[in-house]
């Protein structure tokens, strides 16, 4: 396979030499208050002021005050005394001959997180991102899994990454016509419902017409199933979920995601049933990963079909990813699509995708400069451009 390969920078933004604040990243209300409490916006113009950085920030994507042409110049002045709305540092941009796309990004020192945009999925392009740098949840079959947590990201660190890819693609501005990154999917690293605040602001100023303005509904994330916070998730970011299945009896379930033992699978269940907003227009998804000779067997698919009987759902059907030390092989493609057809048969989409970007993934694995962290990554990234194909069978879809 052919490996397009840019080391250029896209962003060429610095990092800052003195410790101010980063406005990118901020609701709307969170701008009001900094505005304010620097004392940078007039007195009662903290509203209004704090809706044309918010909408020349997350909605025109710039990156300078000085571009802010309808705030009067002191004012600038004054903006980039005391914040910034740089970018991170971007280490490495892959592009692979499928049109995938890879962003390595440096949040912090020790804090680097990849980004994934995938072609073709969704209404137009998904992006893959990660709300955590490694995972307190130990899945057997994850090698993020085996990375201990590093920490939360905060939500400016989610938003740039969706910052980062929208000015690879000239995504600027947000209401552009014919988008090439419609749909965000929270399935790079980390456990989303373990850093909640962070991803539902994030959620907000992503989904904010003034901001970069992707609809709610084509936001999904993904849960290892996290029951407490499936509720909250529904009612504060009003996102589509996806939960992490992979197994139809609590013994598999609990060697595949160990935080079966503390959700098993009837609470799960439930807690999916009352998810918020649930319904056949607004369907819940199972990922399920292929492991031979351990989950793929026509009585598992069968077992599946009655588990989930009733809640309006589709299947995603994901070929393992092996990756080094692990025990795991992916199932055979016969037993896959024996699978799906199961599946299919009892009126469930169950679509299998043929992951994207291998030539870059493969390529990203051999990075030697990086650290295992990243490698880790990297390897993990793969099953999610495989994933990303779950966006792909109902994309009927309404205005943003
Ligand atoms: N922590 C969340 C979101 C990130 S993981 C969660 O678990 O849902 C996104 C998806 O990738 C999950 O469904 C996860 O089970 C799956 N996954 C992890 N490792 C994989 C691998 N090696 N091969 C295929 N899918 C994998
Ligand atoms: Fe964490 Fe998700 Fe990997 Fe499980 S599958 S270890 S929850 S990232």
């Known amino acids: 396979m052919s490996v397009t390969l840019d080391l250029s920078r896209v962003s060429g933004a610095a990092p800052a030499a003195k410790p101010l604040i980063n406005l990118s990243g901020l609701t709307r209300s969170q701008m009001i208050a900094a505005l304010t409490e620097s004392g940078v916006a007039e007195h009662g113009k903290a509203r209004m002021r704090a809706t044309q950085v918010f909408r020349w920030i997350h909605h025109r994507g710039v990156t300078d005050f000085a571009m802010m042409t309808d705030v009067a110049k002191e004012t600038r002045a004054r903006l980039a005394e005391v914040f910034t709305i740089a970018r991170p540092e971007i280490i490495e941009r892959q592009v692979s001959k499928d049109g995938t796309r890879k962003w390595l990004i440096r949040m912090a020192p020790g804090i680097e997180v990849e980004a994934v945009y995938i072609p073709s999925v969704g209404r137009a392009g998904a992006l893959c991102v990660s709300s955590q740098v490694g995972c307190t949840l130990n899945c057997s079959f994850c090698h993020t899994g085996t990375q201990a947590l590093v920490r939360n990201l905060t939500a400016a660190e989610i938003v740039a990454q969706v910052q980062v890819a929208k000015d690879d693609l000239a995504e600027w501005p947000s209401d552009k016509d014919d988008r090439l990154l419609s749909n965000i999917v929270f399935m790079g690293m980390g456990e989303p419902l373990y850093n909640m605040g962070a991803v539902a602001d994030a959620i907000e100023i ?4 003034e901001g970069i303005a992707i609809s709610r509904r084509r936001i999904t994330v993904s849960t290892s199933g996290v029951v407490p916070q499936l509720q909250a998730l529904g009612e504060k970011t ?16 609990d060697e595949l995601v160990p935080l079966n033992k503390k959700y098993p699978l009837d609470q799960l269940i439930a807690g999916i ?17 292929m492991l031979k000779g351990v989950n793929d067997s026509p009585d598992e698919a069968r077992a599946l079909v009655k588990l989930i009987k009733g809640i309006p759902a589709k299947v995603n059907l994901i070929p393992f990813n092996p990756w080094p030390g692990s025990d795991y092989q992916c199932s055979d493609w016969a037993a896959i699509e024996a699978f799906a057809a199961i599946l299919n048969k009892a009126g469930y989409s169950s679509p299998i995708r043929t ?3 291998r030539d870059i993934l493969a390529a990203c694995g051999q990075l030697k400069s990086e650290s295992e962290k990243v490698r880790a990554s990297a390897l993990r990234q793969l099953s999610m451009a495989a994933m990303a194909g779950v966006l792909d069978d109902d994309e009927d879809d309404e205005a943003a």
């Open 206 to 209: 992503i989904s904010d017409n």
């Open 273 to 289: 049933r009352a998810y918020p907003g649930i319904s056949n227009a607004r369907r819940v998804t199972f990922e399920y990963v």
């Open 355 to 357: 992951p994207r970007g």
């Open 238 to 253: 009003q996102a589509m979920l996806a939960i992490s299945l992979h197994a139809t009896n609590d013994a598999l379930r």
